[in-house]
């Protein structure tokens, strides 16, 4: 009986500790854990995973591409907080229900179309014949660290199968010319505006705040005044560059590496074969065909005779081709025009002719030199940074320091001072990196593991994101803590002051507008204001730019009526607008020609686009997407 009490109240617990788990991973946003299905994802569509790979390849892309066109270096910690991660993630999403529909409709794609797809692109052409070229292909996937033959291959099949889903939503749709007539008036039509424009010396300036207001002040926004974790560490790390320089490939690595291309069929091409190909089932009607092609009989009519099936032909192809293994074997011995036999693989027999050869197109070793150098000298630097870690692992196990095994083991370690999760010092100076060398401010990879590591102690050695190898030791920590406040006092008294500011500005145009709404002109109303005014009327039109306007203004005046007053924001920090629509002109013109061909098109378009956007929608209510936002930042290196 007490065992019995006993056991239950223990079943008790252990269900309240669950219950209590559970809340807490919930509050901590970790509400994914408990879902199977999640794990490896940063989203679910129904069943759709959206993997973590997927997301880190778009993700690193996008930034790759914005760093170059901008001339920027962005973190990916600091893209993610850029916003980076909302359109990748919508479009990951607006991918997956695609799938799920397709899934739903049982759409596939033969692999051969998605091969074939490669043929249309100019990258795989040959310069000079303007023709598809294998040797473009393996020039460009070795050249790719980050994407492979097959991922293009799946990638095109997943588009393959979307587009058999969004064609047939969207084709046939063309926008009746009135509609087009209709939004052509619509986005020309001119609109007569009074725009009274305050700044920030329509107001009174406030009195200094004291130290106690400034202090209230910061305490409201503590987050703003925090300053980031520090952390001061000891890295060991060696590059690829650090090697190669000192790494000598000799002739005949180099005469291997390219004569086991050539027979892997990694450059070039190999020789083919054209066959005929005839199965029968025995011996006696093999020789019956191969007298009868003896005799000048097609193989058709040989086949015909026997009483079996038409023969197989098979053009210009490798043994993995050719369906029997022994008929491949023989036909790639035999000469052209030879007539083969022999007893199938699978039993029976077979006659095959060689009908002719395509001799194997085979690079000179010199146009070939540069890239296996590289690749080589790629392959054995790895190795020898691999190496080198590998023993100063082997000494830290045994107990010498970080610094000590690092000596014996020929990798340099350097001392850096405190760093913040970004990559910038306590002085805001950014770790860029030298010429080739990225900064451990800018290796995503680095500030991870510096962040995720325990203070005294050195990680496992680990990859960098350019290919090279790094260890890190922690040595202290200097905890994320609210400034000083003589450190933040000057800027929390410039805030302060404009968000002052900014409330007396929002009330003066709230007063301002209410009276022009009440009968008083907007010209009187600006008399009214004493300094940091400006008056003016323009025409506007939803075709061109209107600067000077904020975006909450304008959009108001494109869609008020006539007489209606609107106020917000101006285009400047501390600025306000309060604006009256005096007239609105209807455009009278008749589209025609190319124009209305023009108009019609785009109003097709955003049609096409409207349904689109109805159909996802329509997905996701019966599949709504689940994101893991905790892992996405994970992902990016914004670990908490």
Same mark, same amino acid.
């Given at each position: 009986?007490?065992?019995?009490?006993?056991?239950?109240?223990?079943?008790?617990?252990?269900?309240?500790?669950?219950?209590?788990?559970?809340?807490?991973?919930?509050?901590?946003?970790?509400?994914?854990?408990?879902?199977?299905?999640?794990?490896?994802?940063?989203?679910?569509?129904?069943?759709?995973?959206?993997?973590?790979?997927?997301?880190?390849?778009?993700?690193?892309?996008?930034?790759?591409?914005?760093?170059?066109?901008?001339?920027?270096?962005?973190?990916?910690?600091?893209?993610?907080?850029?916003?980076?991660?909302?359109?990748?993630?919508?479009?990951?999403?607006?991918?997956?229900?695609?799938?799920?529909?397709?899934?739903?409709?049982?759409?596939?794609?033969?692999?051969?179309?998605?091969?074939?797809?490669?043929?249309?692109?100019?990258?795989?052409?040959?310069?000079?014949?303007?023709?598809?070229?294998?040797?473009?292909?393996?020039?460009?996937?070795?050249?790719?660290?980050?994407?492979?033959?097959?991922?293009?291959?799946?990638?095109?099949?997943?588009?393959?199968?979307?587009?058999?889903?969004?064609?047939?939503?969207?084709?046939?749709?063309?926008?009746?010319?009135?509609?087009?007539?209709?939004?052509?008036?619509?986005?020309?039509?001119?609109?007569?505006?009074?725009?009274?424009?305050?700044?920030?010396?329509?107001?009174?300036?406030?009195?200094?705040?004291?130290?106690?207001?400034?202090?209230?002040?910061?305490?409201?926004?503590?987050?703003?005044?925090?300053?980031?974790?520090?952390?001061?560490?000891?890295?060991?790390?060696?590059?690829?560059?650090?090697?190669?320089?000192?790494?000598?490939?000799?002739?005949?690595?180099?005469?291997?590496?390219?004569?086991?291309?050539?027979?892997?069929?990694?450059?070039?091409?190999?020789?083919?074969?054209?066959?005929?190909?005839?199965?029968?089932?025995?011996?006696?009607?093999?020789?019956?065909?191969?007298?009868?092609?003896?005799?000048?009989?097609?193989?058709?009519?040989?086949?015909?005779?026997?009483?079996?099936?038409?023969?197989?032909?098979?053009?210009?192809?490798?043994?993995?081709?050719?369906?029997?293994?022994?008929?491949?074997?023989?036909?790639?011995?035999?000469?052209?025009?030879?007539?083969?036999?022999?007893?199938?693989?699978?039993?029976?027999?077979?006659?095959?002719?060689?009908?002719?050869?395509?001799?194997?197109?085979?690079?000179?070793?010199?146009?070939?030199?540069?890239?296996?150098?590289?690749?080589?000298?790629?392959?054995?630097?790895?190795?020898?940074?691999?190496?080198?870690?590998?023993?100063?692992?082997?000494?830290?196990?045994?107990?010498?320091?970080?610094?000590?095994?690092?000596?014996?083991?020929?990798?340099?370690?350097?001392?850096?001072?405190?760093?913040?999760?970004?990559?910038?010092?306590?002085?805001?100076?950014?770790?860029?990196?030298?010429? &080739?060398?990225?900064?451990? /401010?800018?290796?995503? #990879?680095? +500030?991870? =593991? @510096?962040?995720? $590591?325990?203070? %005294?102690?050195?990680?496992?050695?680990?990859?960098?994101?350019?290919?090279?190898?790094?260890?890190?030791?922690?040595?202290?920590?200097?905890?994320?803590?609210?400034?000083?406040?003589?450190?933040?006092?000057?800027?929390?008294?410039?805030?302060?002051?404009?968000?002052?500011?900014?409330?007396?500005?929002?009330?003066?145009?709230?007063?301002?507008?209410?009276?022009?709404?009440?009968?008083?002109?907007?010209?009187?109303?600006?008399?009214?204001?004493?300094?940091?005014?400006?008056?003016?009327?323009?025409?506007?039109?939803? &075709?061109?730019?209107?600067? /000077?306007?904020?975006? #909450?203004? +304008?959009? =108001? @005046?494109?869609? $008020?009526?006539? %007489?209606?007053?609107?106020?917000?924001?101006?285009?400047?920090?501390?600025?306000?607008?309060?604006?009256?629509?005096?007239?609105?002109?209807?455009?009278?013109?008749?589209?025609?020609?190319?124009?209305?061909?023009?108009?019609?098109?785009?109003?097709?378009?955003?049609?096409?686009?409207?349904?689109?956007?109805?159909?996802?929608?329509?997905?996701?209510?019966?599949?709504?997407?689940?994101?893991?936002?905790?892992?996405?930042?994970?992902?990016?290196?914004?670990?908490?």
């Amino acid at each position: 009986m007490v065992q019995s009490s006993s056991k239950f109240l223990r079943n008790i617990v252990i269900g309240i500790i669950i219950v209590l788990l559970i809340v807490a991973m919930s509050i901590m946003g970790f509400t994914d854990v408990f879902q199977p299905k999640a794990a490896g994802s940063v989203a679910l569509v129904g069943d759709n995973k959206i993997t973590i790979r997927q997301y880190k390849v778009d993700f690193d892309q996008r930034l790759r591409i914005y760093n170059q066109e901008n001339g920027t270096n962005l973190t990916a910690g600091e893209a993610y907080e850029r916003g980076f991660n909302t359109q990748i993630v919508q479009n990951l999403v607006t991918e997956a229900v695609m799938d799920l529909d397709a899934d739903e409709l049982g759409i596939g794609v033969a692999k051969t179309v998605a091969r074939n797809a490669l043929s249309e692109y100019e990258v795989f052409k040959d310069e000079i014949t303007g023709e598809f070229s294998e040797d473009k292909v393996t020039e460009f996937f070795n050249g790719n660290r980050d994407y492979n033959r097959s991922d293009f291959e799946a990638s095109t099949t997943r588009d393959l199968r979307r587009q058999q889903i969004t064609r047939p939503l969207v084709t046939g749709i063309k926008a009746p010319l009135s509609y087009a007539q209709q939004r052509y008036k619509f986005i020309t039509e001119q609109r007569q505006v009074k725009i009274l424009t305050l700044s920030r010396d329509s107001v009174p300036a406030p009195e200094a705040p004291s130290d106690d207001v400034l202090k209230a002040f910061i305490k409201e926004n503590e987050a703003d005044y925090t300053q980031p974790e520090y952390r001061r560490f000891t890295i060991l790390r060696i590059e690829n560059f650090d090697v190669a320089s000192d790494i000598e490939i000799s002739e005949q690595d180099i005469i291997d590496t390219y004569e086991a291309d050539l027979a892997d069929g990694n450059m070039g091409d190999l020789e083919k074969r054209s066959i005929t190909y005839l199965p029968v089932t025995n011996e006696t009607l093999a020789n019956d065909v191969k007298a009868r092609l003896a005799n000048g009989e097609s193989f058709a009519d040989a086949a015909l005779a026997v009483g079996v099936s038409a023969p197989i032909v098979y053009n210009e192809v490798r043994p993995d081709v050719i369906a029997d293994p022994r008929v491949a074997t023989s036909a790639f011995e035999a000469d052209a025009g030879d007539i083969i036999s022999g007893e199938g693989t699978l039993g029976g027999h077979y006659v095959a002719r060689l009908n002719g050869i395509t001799p194997a197109v085979k690079p000179a070793l010199e146009n070939e030199r540069e890239r296996i150098v590289a690749e080589l000298t790629k392959d054995s630097a790895e190795a020898e940074l691999f190496d080198r870690f590998g023993k100063l692992q082997d000494l830290i196990d045994k107990g010498d320091t970080l610094e000590d095994a690092a000596k014996e083991s020929g990798v340099s370690a350097s001392s850096i001072d405190f760093l913040s999760r970004l990559g910038a010092t306590q002085d805001g100076v950014k770790l860029a990196g030298i010429g &080739t060398l990225t900064g451990v /401010g800018s290796d995503d #990879e680095i +500030l991870r =593991q @510096l962040f995720t $590591a325990e203070p %005294g102690f050195p990680t496992e050695f680990f990859e960098t994101s350019t290919g090279g190898y790094a260890m890190i030791r922690v040595d202290d920590i200097q905890v994320s803590k609210v400034r000083p406040f003589e450190e933040v006092k000057a800027r929390a008294t410039s805030i302060w002051t404009a968000q002052q500011i900014d409330e007396k500005m929002s009330a003066l145009a709230q007063t301002l507008a209410t009276r022009v709404r009440s009968d008083e002109s907007l010209e009187d109303v600006a008399a009214s204001v004493e300094a940091g005014g400006n008056l003016e009327t323009r025409i506007l039109v939803r &075709t061109t730019r209107s600067p /000077g306007l904020s975006n #909450e203004v +304008l959009s =108001q @005046l494109l869609e $008020a009526r006539e %007489g209606e007053v609107v106020q917000g924001y101006g285009a400047e920090a501390l600025t306000r607008t309060v604006a009256v629509v005096s007239k609105v002109t209807a455009n009278a013109d008749s589209l025609s020609g190319g124009f209305a061909d023009a108009m019609q098109t785009q109003a097709s378009e955003d049609l096409s686009s409207d349904i689109q956007t109805a159909y996802r929608q329509d997905i996701l209510r019966e599949n709504p997407a689940q994101t893991f936002e905790q892992r996405m930042r994970e992902v990016n290196g914004l670990t908490e």
